[in-house]
């Protein structure tokens, strides 16, 4: 067996995405009192006659009285806003290891993923444009920002590829790729990054600097910061002697957590604070979530951001 077979969508017995998607959706706003889709807006276009049957919701009635013949309103359908999903598709994002799917217990890649499929759906319901970008050391994917419905099943399409575990070791260039994502997005973009911020060869600080320019070209940017909380987070391990391998370059070290537990939840946390300050600076909307984490706080954190907005 391949190594590329073992963690592919069709071994995972993945469902689909988008109904996967419409299931999260709609149990998330289970409850909710105020609707999230507004702003939708539509023009004029041209009348039709009416067919007994449809909806008399848009009969012109200015037309009747004057014809005494029935037309129907037809509109244009208006995107409010384009929204670019990017993701870190790097080695490191897929971590931990799984053998089979299961929404409540995923790794990194399949948490971001499935949190943009659900995003993805509740653009769908707002006419919103999407697009997508997957990047490692180089970009794999990307596509427009586009809003019809041909296009969306390319976008789930791609994700559900993106499952697949990489045949070999990818590093992650935050830097590079993030500063032509930025180049190739529309200006007055909405950007929403899922990435481990696990930077390889880049320092945090270059990492910022290319955050920083992608929310200026797009002009809105949510990142969310994705960890297995657990094991990257707390080094929540067994006190023995551990082999610890670099899933993006294939370096090992052997070492006993208890060890080295309090220095590195230090440096940890100093990265984070270091990503959290930058995105107050530079008014990013920064989110670290477990892959544990709810999607409805995914969905809160996409929404609170779009009334801002509107």
């Known amino acids: 067996m391949k190594k590329s077979d073992r963690l592919s969508p069709a071994r995972l017995h993945i469902p689909p995405l988008d109904l996967l998607a419409r299931g999260i959706v709609e149990g998330a706003l289970t409850g909710w009192h105020r609707s999230p889709f507004h702003g939708y807006s539509s023009e004029f276009r041209e009348h039709k006659m009416y067919t007994p049957g449809e909806s008399i919701r848009f009969i012109d009635w200015k037309v009747y009285a004057k014809t005494e013949k029935y037309f129907i309103k037809k509109f244009d359908e208006e995107t409010n806003m384009n929204v670019h999903f990017i993701l ?25 993923v499935v949190a943009a499929a659900v995003l993805s759906e509740i653009l769908r319901r707002q006419r919103d444009a999407v697009g997508l970008t997957a990047f490692h050391e180089d970009i794999v994917v990307h596509t427009p920002d586009k809003v019809n419905t ?116 230090r440096e940890r946390l100093h990265t984070t604070r270091q990503l959290r300050e930058a995105a107050f600076r530079y008014r990013m909307d920064y989110f670290p979530v477990d892959v544990r984490t709810p999607y409805r706080e995914v969905i809160s954190a996409y929404l609170q951001k779009r009334l801002r907005l509107h």
Do not use: C
């Open 88 to 112: 870190d598709v790097s080695s490191s994002m897929y971590y931990p290891a799984v053998k089979r799917f299961e929404p409540e217990r995923l790794n990194k890649i399949g948490f971001s």
């Open 150 to 265: 041909l296009h969306r099943r390319r976008i789930l399409s791609h994700l559900e590829n993106l499952l697949a575990a990489p045949p070999e070791p990818k590093r992650t260039r935050n830097r590079k790729n993030l500063m032509l994502v930025a180049e190739r997005i529309p200006r007055r973009s909405l950007a929403v990054l899922f990435t481990d911020f696990w930077t390889g060869d880049d320092p945090v600080e270059q990492t910022v600097e290319a955050l920083k320019y992608l929310r200026y070209k797009a002009s809105e940017l949510i990142i969310f910061h994705v960890t297995d909380h657990t094991t990257e987070d707390l080094l929540d391990l067994p006190g023995r002697p551990t082999r610890f391998r670099d899933l993006e370059t294939g370096e090992q070290i052997s070492l006993n957590p208890d060890e080295i537990r309090a220095a590195y939840r």
